[in-house]
Structures are given as C-alpha cells and as structure tokens.
C-alpha cells in the first residue's frame, strides 16, 4: 500500500491567530505542536516580544496535542519574557498537556490558567500556585 504523496512533506496542521489589545497579545493555537510546527510559534510568541508586548496569553483550548518541542518553545520565550518585564500564560492546556507539564515539572515555571481556576491536586510537591499570582 505504497503512499501517494510519500517524499512529499506535509506539515501536521497548526493555526495561529493572534489577537493584540495594547500591550497584551492573545495567541490562539489550533491543531498540533511539534518538532516541525514548534518553530513557527516560537516565530510568533517571540514576535510579540519584539514588538514591546507585556503580557502573552496563549489560549490552548484548540490545541490537540504539544509534544517535548513545543514545550520547549514554551520555556525559552517565558524565559525570554521575564528578561524584558513581561510575561507568558497558558490558558486551558488539554489533560494531555497538562501531564506533560507535570510530567516534566514545567508546571512550575509556567504560570498555567485552568477553566475555573482549580488546579490539579498533587499530593505533596509544593504549594498552591495562587499565592504566586496574587503577588503581582
């Protein structure tokens, strides 16, 4: 069963909007990050930066799944974000994300919002990410 567009590269789906109000960019995903998609939103998050934004809010309702690079890009720009005073969030990432951030204990360095606000009850690696937030 030999496939008709083998050799032929198909990049896995992903779209990316991007939404400014002031200083703050809301960046929706759509469809699948990883090693051949992680570079255009790393692109795009890194954009925002360049162009003076303060707050990125990355929207994951729509994401399918993120694999280790998408993670990645994730990390760098949060990095990236706080060297210039501004900052990155995930918004809603799937169960399948979520366990790749707590499996990785990326939980920890990405500030993470939840339909609701609750967060994933972990028995005894640290304390409640609120407090966190409620510093700023």
């Known amino acids: ?29 759509a469809g699948v990050i990883d090693p ?6 790393r692109a795009i998050l890194e954009r925002c930066l360049q162009d003076g ?3 990125i809010d990355v929207a994951l309702t729509t994401l399918d799944r993120c694999d280790s690079s998408g993670l990645r890009v994730f990390l760098d720009v949060s990095r990236h974000a706080a060297e ?5 969030r995930l918004h809603h990432p799937s169960p399948q994300t979520e366990r790749l951030l707590m499996d990785t204990g990326s ?11 609750a967060r ?6 640290r304390g409640d990410r609120h407090t966190e937030r409620a510093a700023r």
Do not use: F, K
């Open 84 to 88: 210039t005073h501004a900052s990155l």
């Open 1 to 29: 069963s030999e496939h008709p567009n083998r050799g032929v590269m198909t990049l896995p789906q992903l779209n990316i909007y991007r939404h400014d109000r002031d200083r703050r960019a809301l960046v929706t995903l």
């Open 107 to 117: 939980d920890r360095l990405l500030r993470t919002t939840r339909p609701g606000g």
């Open 53 to 55: 934004i303060t707050l």
């Open 120 to 125: 994933p009850q972990r028995a005894g690696r």
């Open 36 to 41: 051949a998609t992680a570079p255009q939103v």
